[in-house]
């Protein structure tokens, strides 16, 4: 299974940690990189977007010389995304190695960034989602399955990428509840070429998350991950304590919380509902990330070297 040229250089270990909304930001992304994982970030995330390219400057900068993993950015297909136009300029400009596309295909976009150079992943639910992007001409399809944190999907891992490698013989980036290194290694057994990670990442000291925030994931068990679309109208996991502090009525089922009019209004998905995958039950300290990355290589080493035996 493929990784591709231009991401095997300063790789170390095949993780992605995952572009999250309000969390991800340079120095989040330094340090992971720095580990030999590739770091990614949202360009959502730059307010205002003359911001996005001064903190591509600041990776830029920081990385240059460096035996480091390269970087990407994710970039919000939908049509309600008005700054599309503008931070694929600066993408552009820079020759970002590593574009992870959602919610929505524009092939003329992955055109443009493939004529730079750079590669193309895209986020998937199910496989009606990453067939269509493996025709508009991605390089990589990113399974998002059941358990995983943000906006994802509910398939189980293994008829998910079993059914994707069947008809796919491209880079393939497994998300869902991954944590550990033993499961990067279960990624690749399974089929994949990546494993991706968010909710571990959140839980670093260099994560760009409220206190409470990372002390929520660590006092949470998988059971406290609630799947919804009645959050941002997409499915999204998010961790039960803070929609109960946001108000949120569990009185009919917990996978379908009633929202007021006036509790849409007042609270604001991801900065005061926060999501997490159902990988926090195995989340139990807030490391740095240079200490988060040497675990996950000295337990992805072990798992590789138990499987040899």
């Known amino acids: ?5 231009i991401l095997q250089q300063g790789l170390q270990l095949p993780v992605i940690a995952a572009p999250m909304f309000l969390i991800s930001a ?3 992304v330094i340090e992971t990189c720095k580990q030999g994982i590739i770091g990614t970030l949202p360009s959502l995330n730059a307010r205002p977007a003359s911001q996005f390219e001064d903190w591509l400057y600041e990776i830029e900068g920081t990385l240059a010389g460096l035996q480091a993993a390269k970087f990407g950015v994710m970039l919000v297909m939908h ?5 599309l136009e503008e931070d694929l300029d600066i993408v552009i400009r820079h020759k970002v190695p590593l574009v992870i596309t959602a919610v929505g295909l524009r092939p003329e976009v992955i055109a443009e960034i493939h004529a730079y150079g750079g590669v193309v992943f895209h986020d998937a639910i199910h496989m009606k989602h990453a067939m269509k992007a493996i025709e508009a001409g991605v390089d990589g399809i990113i399974p998002i399955c059941a358990g995983g944190g943000g906006n994802s999907g509910a398939l189980n891992p293994f008829t998910f990428v079993s059914q994707l490698r069947a008809n796919f013989d491209g880079t393939i980036i497994l998300g869902g509840a991954l944590g550990h290194g033993r499961e990067v290694r279960a990624a690749q057994v399974l089929g994949a070429d990546f494993a991706y990670m968010g909710t571990r990442f959140i839980a670093t000291q260099e994560a760009n998350a409220a206190p409470g925030f990372k002390q929520m994931i660590l006092d949470s068990e998988s059971t406290d991950v609630v799947y919804t679309n009645k959050v941002t109208g997409m499915g999204a996991s998010f961790l039960r304590k803070s ?8 009185s009919d089922t917990a996978m ?6 006036e509790q849409e209004e007042e609270m604001i998905a991801w900065r005061d509902i926060w999501s997490a995958g159902q990988g926090v039950g195995l989340i139990s300290d807030v490391p740095t990330v240079a200490e988060l990355g040497q675990r996950l290589k000295d ?8 499987w040899c035996k």
């Open 299 to 306: 337990e992805y080493a072990s798992a590789r070297h138990a």
């Open 26 to 28: 340079p120095h989040l």
């Open 243 to 250: 929609l109960v502090k946001a108000g949120l009525d569990f």
């Open 79 to 83: 049509k309600t995304n008005k700054r």
């Open 256 to 261: 379908t919380p009633v929202v007021s009019v």
């Open 1 to 5: 299974m493929p990784i591709p040229a």
